[in-house]
């Protein structure tokens, strides 16, 4: 077995593992990041939630319980954490904008609107004043994107479609880092004569520079221009967890990708090292300190039994609220379902509690009390937490 050393190792390729690594490395500590697969964040929006059930994000954290884990943040790490994210995206070239005072709004592919917080500078333009006038572009054959659902409940809005010559979101995105695909789309768009303020698009505008693409859409016809989110394969996903990524690589942090840890060495209070599933050698990796972000159910962290949910790299204590007939509404849509409580209950230094390791800390969507679907503060709580993890872990090392 090869076996490799660190200061910290983070387990778990999420948003919140990476903000957990990219703040160590920041402060000069060597670090490596385990990743079973990629995150769920290549599912999302790309936009960062932080508190989406409310208008001003900050007012309805306050309200929350001490135990949540944004309350353990408090509202300062949460907008340092923030403000660390806008920082790292700038230096990706994936610039974002928001502020965490207030959100957004967002269209979204059926014509609805979704409040959100911080968002890629090419949906910067999405939260319309009233009575602006709207022209939507749509591609042939795109699919899970709906203009006549946009138009019917939008006020003052067109759509016209283009043929890329694929349908998928996917491969139109690809199109159009090209840049002879991006000028025949542009001198189409010209011959339109659009007369109205905006133009949206689906979001796939490029994989690699998107808000250069849209600028110069913007320039050509002289009309602000933003993207529509679409469902998954998300492009704007993708493109956050790459940009990430870049960083992750560009700072030095040492990526173990696509290895699950299968096992864990502890020698009384103290993790020591965590063993890699390869499918050449195991590999060994040590460190002094260790920080949990496997996720929730879907990427694997938590797992739900008949009766229990288990942690499923140390078997950490896992707080369930109640029986397992309370943790679900029969009511899909009614509100928040008891199992979003579930998790990892942790200390104010984000140690896991009723555990006694010492140099293990925990941050994502893994932590209890979360409720991440009901308050709508996914990637939000992710960069929080992330950040106020590796801070802790940083004084333990230090
Ligand atoms: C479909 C969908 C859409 C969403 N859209 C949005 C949105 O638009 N905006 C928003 O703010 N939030 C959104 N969310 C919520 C948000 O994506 C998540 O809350 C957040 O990204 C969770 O990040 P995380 O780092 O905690 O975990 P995850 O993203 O789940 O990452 C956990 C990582 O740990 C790895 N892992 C698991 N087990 C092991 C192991 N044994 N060894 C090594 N690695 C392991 C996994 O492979 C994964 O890469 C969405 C969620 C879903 C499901």
Not at 157 to 181: E, H, N
Not at 331 to 341: K, L, N, Q
């Given at each position: 077995m090869s076996a490799y050393g660190y200061d910290a190792v983070v387990i778990g390729g999420g948003v919140s593992g990476i903000m957990a690594s990219l703040t160590l490395a920041s402060g000069g500590f060597k670090t490596a990041l385990v990743s079973r697969g990629d995150p769920v964040c290549c599912l999302s929006t790309g936009c960062i939630d932080v508190f989406?059930?409310?208008?001003?994000?900050?007012?309805?954290?306050?309200?929350?319980?001490?135990?949540?884990?944004?309350?353990?943040?408090?509202?300062?790490?949460?907008?340092?954490?923030?403000?660390?994210?806008?920082?790292?995206?700038?230096?990706?070239?994936?610039?974002?904008?928001?502020?965490?005072?207030?959100?957004?709004?967002?269209?979204?592919?059926?014509?609805?609107?979704?409040?959100?917080?911080?968002?890629?500078?090419?949906?910067?333009?999405?939260?319309?004043?009233?009575?602006?006038?709207?022209?939507?572009?749509?591609?042939?054959?795109?699919?899970?994107?709906?203009?006549?659902?946009?138009?019917?409940?939008?006020?003052?809005?067109?759509?016209?479609?283009?043929?890329?010559?694929?349908?998928?979101?996917?491969?139109?995105?690809?199109?159009?880092?090209?840049?002879?695909?991006?000028?025949?789309?542009?001198?189409?768009?010209?011959?339109?004569?659009?007369?109205?303020?905006?133009?949206?698009?689906?979001?796939?505008?490029?994989?690699?520079?998107?808000?250069?693409?849209?600028?110069?859409?913007?320039?050509?016809?002289?009309?602000?221009?933003?993207?529509?989110?679409?469902?998954?394969?998300?492009?704007?996903?993708?493109?956050?967890?790459?940009?990430?990524?870049?960083?992750?690589?560009?700072?030095?942090?040492?990526?173990?990708?696509?290895?699950?840890?299968?096992?864990?060495?502890?020698?009384?209070?103290?993790?020591?090292?965590?063993?890699?599933?390869?499918?050449?050698?195991?590999?060994?990796?040590?460190?002094?300190?260790?920080?949990?972000?496997?996720?929730?159910?879907?990427?694997?962290?938590?797992?739900?039994?008949?009766?229990?949910?288990?942690?499923?790299?140390?078997?950490?204590?896992?707080?369930?609220?109640?029986?397992?007939?309370?943790?679900?509404?029969?009511?899909?849509?009614?509100?928040?379902?008891?199992?979003?409580?579930?998790?990892?209950?942790?200390?104010?230094?984000?140690?896991?509690?009723?555990?006694?390791?010492?140099?293990?800390?925990?941050?994502?969507?893994?932590?209890?009390?979360?409720?991440?679907?009901?308050?709508?503060?996914?990637?939000?709580?992710?960069?929080?937490?992330?950040?106020?993890?590796?801070?802790?872990?940083?004084?333990?090392?230090?």
């Open positions: 989406s059930h409310s208008d001003e994000p900050l007012s309805g954290i306050r309200a929350l319980l001490p135990d949540h884990p944004y309350s353990l943040v408090g509202e300062k790490g949460i907008k340092d954490a923030l403000s660390f994210f806008l920082e790292i995206m700038a230096e990706a070239g994936l610039p974002y904008e928001g502020d965490p005072g207030r959100n957004r709004k967002i269209l979204t592919p059926i014509g609805s609107t979704k409040n959100t917080c911080l968002v890629p500078r090419t949906m910067a333009h999405a939260d319309m004043p009233p009575g602006e006038y709207l022209h939507v572009i749509s591609f042939q054959g795109i699919k899970d994107f709906f203009p006549s659902y946009i138009t019917s409940r939008q006020r003052n809005s067109t759509y016209s479609v283009y043929d890329a010559g694929v349908p998928t979101t996917l491969g139109i995105a690809a199109r159009f880092d090209d840049a002879s695909f991006l000028d025949a789309f542009i001198t189409w768009l010209r011959g339109l004569e659009i007369p109205h303020d905006r133009v949206a698009l689906p979001a796939v505008l490029g994989t690699i520079d998107p808000a250069s693409v849209m600028e110069k859409i913007s320039r050509a016809i002289g009309r602000k221009v933003f993207e529509i989110p679409t469902l998954p394969p998300s492009v704007p996903g993708l493109r956050l967890f790459r940009a990430l990524k870049r960083v992750l690589q560009s700072r030095g942090v040492h990526l173990y990708w696509g290895k699950g840890v299968t096992s864990v060495e502890c020698q009384g209070r103290t993790v020591e090292a965590v063993t890699l599933a390869t499918t050449g050698r195991a590999k060994r990796v040590q460190g002094k300190a260790f920080v949990l972000a496997t996720g929730s159910f879907v990427s694997g962290g938590l797992f739900a039994g008949r009766d229990s949910v288990r942690e499923t790299v140390f078997d950490l204590p896992v707080a369930v609220p109640g029986e397992r007939k309370d943790w679900f509404n029969t009511d899909f849509f009614s509100g928040a379902h008891g199992i979003e409580r579930a998790g990892v209950r942790v200390d104010g230094s984000f140690r896991p509690v009723e555990t006694d390791l010492d140099n293990l800390f925990a941050c994502g969507s893994i932590l209890a009390e979360c409720e991440i679907m009901s308050l709508q503060c996914g990637h939000g709580l992710a960069v929080a937490t992330g950040v106020a993890a590796a801070k802790s872990c940083a004084q333990g090392l230090s």
